[in-house]
């Protein structure tokens, strides 16, 4: 089912869609966004970076850590995202970037402005994005977090698309990992990171939070119309 629909041109009929409330698009997007038994997610361009590790053995991975990131600061759209993580950026084509030169640095998850869902690092494996970091008493958030990384600023609202995706991402990642909480990188890293996802607005208009994402057992609200 999943690979013969995957949401793309398929609708259940407008009458029952009118009737039920049900939302075709977001149910299939849901449905779709898995993650494998090697932690990657189908649904997402696989690009894979360099700057990961094993995490250590037997370890649960239990967070998700969100972050925002534009390279330049501010500026939105070019490859300059993808490139930092794969170790090949260009260092003198920007001013900026010349304090970047000795970065080695990735997320599991990129989420574009348009929805675009990137993966660098399987989610089994330890992606290098937290830095010296402590969530409740746990330092090294490395070790037992994934990451995800919103392509945006701390100034300017996020996309609804890309709250849409980070909604079903979320939902995959609960699937499949014992994820217990989702966090903001400033909330593990106060005292030198500034980036967290505020509240928005998903693409079909309700509110999206952090602290009120959907997570298991699965909640079919996510999926009504306003």
Not at 5 to 10: L, Y
Not at 40 to 63: F, H
Not at 103 to 108: D, E, G, M, T
Not at 160 to 167: N, R
Request: aromatic share 10%.
């Amino acid at each position: 089912l999943t690979s013969a629909f995957s949401g793309k041109g398929v609708r259940f009929p407008e009458s029952f869609e009118k009737q039920t409330g049900f939302n075709t698009v977001k149910f299939f997007s849901y449905i779709a966004m898995n993650i494998d038994k090697d932690g990657w997610c189908a649904d997402a361009v696989r690009m894979m970076s360099p700057n990961q590790n094993d995490r250590p053995d037997g370890q649960a991975i239990d967070l998700l850590v969100i972050h925002n990131i534009s390279l330049p600061p501010g500026e939105f759209g070019g490859p300059f995202i993808e490139d930092l993580f794969l170790n090949r950026l260009d260092c003198d084509s920007h001013p900026f970037f010349d304090q970047l030169r000795s970065l080695h640095v990735s997320s599991h998850f990129l989420i574009r402005r348009d929805g675009a869902l990137l993966q660098f690092v399987s989610a089994d494996k330890r992606a290098w994005h937290a830095g010296v970091s402590d969530f409740c008493g746990r330092t090294g958030c490395n070790d037992f977090s994934i990451g995800v990384e919103i392509e945006g600023t701390d100034y300017e609202p996020f996309m609804p698309e890309q709250y849409d995706t980070l909604v079903s991402l979320t939902e995959a990642l609960c699937r499949h990992y014992p994820i217990r909480a989702v966090t903001g990188h400033q909330h593990i890293a106060p005292e030198r990171k500034t980036d967290v996802v505020a509240p928005s607005r998903g693409a079909s208009g309700e509110e999206v939070k952090l602290s009120e994402m959907p997570r298991p057992p699965l909640d079919l609200s996510i999926w009504k119309k306003e």
